[in-house]
């Protein structure tokens, strides 16, 4: 009977590959000719990323783990997760397979005893990550302490955005930026598409400012309104005002991006964070989400 090698189960597929390695910069072609490919690299860092294990821990089908762990850092400060996930949104939403109808949500990851530790002065290393924030994104909420993903999702489930933030941190603050992380490239010049069709949120989103800014941009919204709100109006009477519209029908719709955090925490290193530093586990997160990206336009017929 044939043996499928550890971790090989989920390795990428030759047609995953083939849409993913146009995305990838450039081999200097510098240097001693590479003793792992890119592939196995890529291959090894969505292991971990999946699994959840120590760099340590990654099976040697994939190269040496510090050759694994490189590729990430290297990447991630350059930019090239966050690059190579906008190339496939553009590809995808040249072929249709964005519904603009967005909803908005938040998730905590709990922090791993692993995350902690990480040094106060990030930027005084040989190769600093970049712009580390101070807490590290890391904060004590009921749970302990824990990291929160704000998340932007279209209606097909797959994230548009993804902001980290500390895990104390309210939700309604990070509204306005996480809908403005969306940037869909459009085929040709012009602009990148920044504006959903409708977005979707429940009542922690449902602030004057919120509103106010989704008018600012002429953005349809449905947002639940909580009880005290709608109580504090009616004690004002007809300084009130009006209560905002709200469709319970295309409410529902809003399951969407419940369900783009579940997809998310099947990566057991978002699910769970390890990464001492909020640079590494923001570029984990983007692996996770090029991985569902790339699983979609994979399975569309060419």
């Not at 510098?30 to 003793?35: E, V």
């Not at 409708?198 to 449902?206: E, H, P, W």
Request: aromatic share 8%; glycine share 8%.
């Amino acid at each position: 009977m044939a043996r499928v090698s550890i971790g090989g189960r989920n390795d990428l597929t030759d047609k995953q590959w083939r849409v993913l390695e146009p995305l990838l910069p450039a081999r200097s072609g510098r240097g001693k000719p590479p003793i792992w490919s890119r592939r196995q690299l890529l291959d090894g860092i969505r292991w971990r990323t999946r699994i959840g294990a120590p760099w340590r821990d990654v099976p040697e089908r994939y190269g040496h783990w510090q050759s694994v762990y490189h590729l990430l850092r290297t990447w991630q400060r350059a930019g090239i997760w966050t690059l190579i996930a906008a190339k496939l949104r553009a590809w995808a939403d040249t072929a249709g397979l964005i519904d603009w109808r967005v909803s908005v949500d938040s998730t905590t990851c709990r922090a791993h005893p692993h995350a902690a530790g990480a040094r106060r002065t990030p930027y005084d290393q040989v190769e600093p990550p970049g712009d580390e924030p101070r807490d590290h994104a890391l904060g004590r909420s009921r749970g302990g302490w824990g990291t929160k993903l704000h998340l932007a999702g279209e209606q097909g489930r797959k994230p548009l955005a993804v902001v980290v933030g500390a895990g104390h941190r309210g939700d309604s603050p990070q509204f306005a930026r996480v809908l403005e992380r969306i940037r869909v490239a459009r085929p040709g010049p012009g602009r990148p598409r920044t504006r959903p069709d409708r977005v979707l949120a429940d009542k922690a989103y449902s602030s004057r400012s919120n509103r106010a800014y989704l008018r600012r941009r002429k953005i349809p919204a449905t947002i639940a309104e909580p009880a005290d709100q709608r109580a504090h109006r009616k004690a004002r009477g007809s300084a009130g005002g009006r209560p905002p519209a709200f469709d319970a029908r295309a409410y529902r719709d809003r399951h969407a991006v419940e369900c783009g955090v579940g997809l998310l925490k099947q990566f057991r290193a978002v699910a769970t964070r390890y990464d001492k530093l909020a640079l590494r586990y923001e570029a984990t997160v983007h692996i996770a989400v090029i991985d569902i990206w790339l699983r979609d336009l994979a399975t569309t017929p060419s």
